[in-house]
């Protein structure tokens, strides 16, 4: 992050300087055509060589080697580091699948780490190229169809950080986006856990109707949600939606207001997605937020 700020100064001063000269030329030329080159042709061709060639050549030069300082320092985390676990992070036209080899436990868009805990993240793609980029954590690693990339992610201190898809994959590239929560290992392994568990049954009389609406409706055609008969895999699995902050790859917060409009009208919130309208009364679509609103 730090490296960014230093990258965006230094081409702000460039850029600023840069047009500040060609404001000048302008003013000059348009006030009684002093000449530019001509009589001070010697001063002119030392300023050519030294904001052409000599100050481009120092600042590339000085971000080359503190872009490596920086990728070398974040790809090797702590010695201390001994534990490590992998997490596969599958690419979708626009979000994220997540899956943690060894459990049954899948999400989307919200990837939980330990803290202090090398993880193995292995990015691949169920339809084009996306690339996965949590900017405080690690560098870009492209999913590329047919193969799996690899990136070491490390988090020293818990919080949540943001990610983003960075590479133009369609329409709703913008609101591809995650968030990765480093925890505690503890609070890590109970969240795993119940990540990993087939969806609650609920004995609340709207969302067992609401229940009763997913599987009939397309809902089902679509997501899965583990213990029930929804085992599609076209959209997000459901199973445990509402321990999710956000919706729709990060675009929305995931609570009840939010969630029934994405329901009732999803295009207009995410145009292009996959999620289709479904032409839902009012009550059905409280019926079914209801439902999801259970599974925890
Ligand atoms: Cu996925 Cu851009």
Redesign the pocket.
Known sequence: MLLWWWMLGIATIVFLGAVGMLGIAWVRRRSAGLPILGEREDINKRLVVLFGIGIPTAVLVALFAVANIYLIGQSAPPAAASTSMTVDVI?H??WWEIRYPGTQAVTANEIHIPTGTRVNVVATTAD?I??FWVPALARKIDTIPGRNNRILMYASRAGTYRGQ??????LQ?AN?GLEVVAQPPSAFRTWLTNMAAPAQSTTVASAQAGRQLFMSQQCASCHQIRGTSARATVGPDLTHVNSRSTLAAAEIPNDPTHLAAWIANPQAIKPGDRMPDLGLSRSQVQQLVAYLESLH
Do not use: D, P
Request: net charge negative; proline share 0%; glycine share 14%.
């Open positions: 690419g036209q626009w084009v996306h690339s898809c960075a590479e133009f994959c369609g590239h591809m």
